[in-house]
């Protein structure tokens, strides 16, 4: 059967939503919704659907959303944050500016409207996990440019980080991001070069990761945290494995760490309420269940 086959056969005539990309088989996001279909006891369906980075597999993906009427919409991870935008027939003004679609809703009329809630996980679970983390403290530092990225520079800009160094193994796209969200109010995104990151750590409050390096599958980060200050907090948005190489290294000596099960827990609020008409929160017992599945 073609994947779009196994998730009907799966939901079995029931609503349902997935997470859509390449590959897919490690995402945790099954187990976040799967929590809350069981706890408020809804008759719903969230799986996996790989769909290869192609754009004919994409334009395939939308015309199975808008045909199958149990179809609710899906979820998106990389590499399709991007390249779904033109084929969705509406977008979000919050994610038309950030510029990456991480959430598809299906519409009562069909039609399918792009949304970006990392932007929201992402602070979130950085208040959550950091309480004492102060925005206009000092400069963060943001490795990537993709389109998580963008939702993570987006936030913090709006949350008054004073300056945001953004690297990137392509430079080019850190500029093209810098351009989009450099803030009108004389505060700075600086563009450095990536065989310069662990220099660039120097008066850092906050380091985030956003590239898919550390992800199961993918090559490690490497990345030396000597100058890096101790009282900064480590932000690594991977959530497969949830400890990466970089936490372990920040938390061994000593900085305040965040893990990627976080930010994906608050992203899924938007799409499950859409999709399910059930408002939902994040606790800790549903953070234990997902770790559990």
Known sequence: MSPFETLLAEADGRPFAAIVGWPVEHSRSPALHGYWLKKHDIDGYYGRLPV??????LKALVAFLKATANARGCNLTLPHKVDIMPLLDRIHPD?????????VIKQPDGSLEGRNSDAFGFLAALKQGAPQWAAAAGPVVVLGAGGAARAVVASLIDAGVPELRLINRTQEAAVNLGVAFTPND????MIER?????????????LVNTTSLGMKGQPPLELDLARLPISAVV????????????LASARARGNTCIDGLGMLLHQGRMGFEAWFGHDVEVTEEQRQAVLAA
């Open 95 to 103: 994610a038309e500016r950030i510029g990456a679609v991480n959430t």
């Open 186 to 189: 004389g505060r700075q995104i």
């Open 194 to 206: 990536w065989d310069e990151r662990s220099q660039m750590l120097d008066d850092a409050t906050l």
């Open 52 to 57: 290869e980075p192609k754009p004919e597999a």
């Open 235 to 246: 932000d690594d948005i991977v959530s497969v494995p949830l400890e990466t190489a970089l």
